[in-house]
């Protein structure tokens, strides 16, 4: 019996092994002198020379993956964002494509605004078109839902010097706007560099419309990031 155990164990490890060495494992860092998320400020107004510091871990093995990311906020009762997402991505008739789940997570918060969206993106060549909707009760505290709709760009313009560009438009279910949700567009227009190491830096700059409704949030600013891959 002991034997026939050994000799399973020796087997189960022999399958599982291969596939451990293909998964791929890194991880990621940053400071970020403002962090905006879909052209909304999430760093505290009041603190605009505080930067944000950000990092998260991604696994991903045959097309799936996992991940969690993470980042100081001020505009809530808790003072760190934690996304958690995975899916499956891959390529097909010259299009890349990638569909997943992603949970947006504020740890020990009372405002009930963590929010879950399922996602789905195309890309072709430097472009990449990708849809966000709402399946949790509430879209960061707002009741009801809201979609988005994103195209973005990079494109390398010399070596080791990238194009960055994106417009996105956030549109509100009626019983979000109800409650005082109005629609808006988000962009950012952008260059990084690679220095090399894994390190990167990027300045761009990013704002939404509607600040009449949305306030300094809104606002645009030029925001610079260094990263690192690990």
Same mark, same amino acid.
């Given at each position: 019996?002991? #034997?026939?155990?050994?000799?399973?164990?020796?087997?189960?490890?022999?399958?599982?092994?291969?596939?451990?060495?293909?998964?791929?494992?890194?991880?990621?860092?940053?400071?970020?002198?403002?962090?905006?998320?879909?052209?909304?400020?999430?760093?505290?107004?009041? #603190?605009?020379?505080?930067?944000?510091?950000?990092?998260?871990?991604? %696994?991903?093995?045959?097309?799936?993956?996992?991940?969690?990311?993470?980042?100081?906020?001020? %505009?809530?009762?808790?003072?760190?964002?934690?996304?958690?997402?995975?899916?499956?991505?891959?390529?097909?008739?010259?299009?890349?494509?990638?569909?997943?789940?992603?949970?947006?997570?504020?740890?020990?918060?009372?405002?009930?605004?963590?929010?879950?969206?399922?996602?789905?993106?195309?890309? %072709?060549?430097?472009?990449?078109?990708?849809?966000?909707?709402? +399946?949790?009760?509430?879209?960061?505290?707002?009741?009801?839902?809201?979609?988005?709709?994103?195209?973005?760009?990079?494109?390398?313009?010399?070596?080791?010097?990238?194009?960055?560009?994106?417009?996105?438009?956030?549109?509100?279910? &009626?019983?979000?706007?109800?409650?005082?949700?109005?629609?808006?567009?988000?962009?950012?227009?952008?260059?990084?560099?690679?220095?090399?190491?894994?390190?990167? +830096?990027?300045?761009?700059?990013?704002?939404?419309? #509607?600040?009449?409704?949305?306030?300094?949030?809104?606002?645009?600013?030029?925001?610079?990031?260094? &990263? #690192? &891959?690990?």
């Amino acid at each position: 019996m002991k #034997k026939t155990l050994i000799t399973l164990a020796a087997a189960a490890a022999a399958v599982v092994a291969p596939s451990l060495a293909m998964a791929e494992v890194s991880a990621n860092v940053a400071v970020t002198t403002k962090y905006k998320f879909r052209g909304q400020d999430q760093s505290d107004a009041s #603190k605009a020379a505080l930067p944000a510091i950000q990092g998260g871990f991604d %696994w991903s093995e045959g097309g799936f993956y996992l991940g969690n990311w993470n980042s100081s906020i001020g %505009w809530a009762d808790t003072g760190t964002e934690m996304d958690f997402y995975g899916g499956y991505s891959g390529e097909a008739a010259g299009m890349s494509y990638d569909v997943g789940v992603l949970h947006y997570y504020y740890p020990g918060t009372t405002l009930g605004i963590n929010t879950t969206e399922l996602y789905g993106s195309l890309g %072709w060549g430097p472009l990449t078109a990708k849809y966000s909707r709402t +399946v949790s009760g509430k879209y960061f505290g707002f009741e009801g839902a809201a979609g988005y709709l994103e195209l973005n760009a990079e494109m390398e313009v010399a070596s080791g010097l990238t194009f960055v560009g994106h417009v996105g438009m956030t549109s509100f279910s &009626s019983d979000a706007k109800a409650q005082g949700a109005v629609n808006y567009t988000d962009y950012k227009l952008g260059l990084g560099y690679d220095l090399g190491s894994g390190f990167s +830096v990027e300045g761009a700059y990013i704002g939404a419309t #509607k600040k009449a409704d949305w306030g300094d949030a809104n606002k645009g600013r030029v925001v610079f990031t260094l &990263s #690192k &891959s690990l």
